[in-house]
């Protein structure tokens, strides 16, 4: 099965694997899996190392490089056709625990969702807001 892995999921696999879920960690150790990692996921794992937001514990390009040939990920480039569904994807809103409406427009995560719906993929993440799209979420 071609799974889509979230940037979360492969953090997670990399720096506090104890936050993976037992499913989690199945899929991502099933070689019978095509796991597919998304160049917005490399924009954004640089993004956040070169604002310090991120230590991967030396050089983001070289760790990053080396994970994805571990993990065996198949790199899926951004496509006119995934900027184009973002454009479709509906406004999704909650109101968090301290009662504050919220709505999610985090970038990347958009990004993904439309990946996974031209791309008819399920995620691999830990983040339910994906499933309000109607995407697929395996955690």
Sequence with gaps: MAILVDT????HALLA??????????????????LVWSTAST??????????KL???????????????RFGLRVLPIEQTHCLRIASLPDVEWV???????????PFDRLLVAQALVEDLPILTADALFERYAVRRLW
């Design 96 to 106: 968090d625990a301290k009662g504050v409406s919220q709505r999610h427009a985090d």
């Design 43 to 52: 924009w954004e794992v640089v993004l956040k190392a070169r604002l310090g």
């Design 8 to 11: 979360n999921a492969l953090l």
């Design 55 to 69: 230590d991967l514990g030396g050089d983001v390009a070289t760790i990053l490089g080396r994970e994805i040939v």
């Design 17 to 34: 694997p104890a936050k993976l879920s037992p499913r989690a960690r199945a899929v991502l150790a099933d070689r019978a899996n095509e």
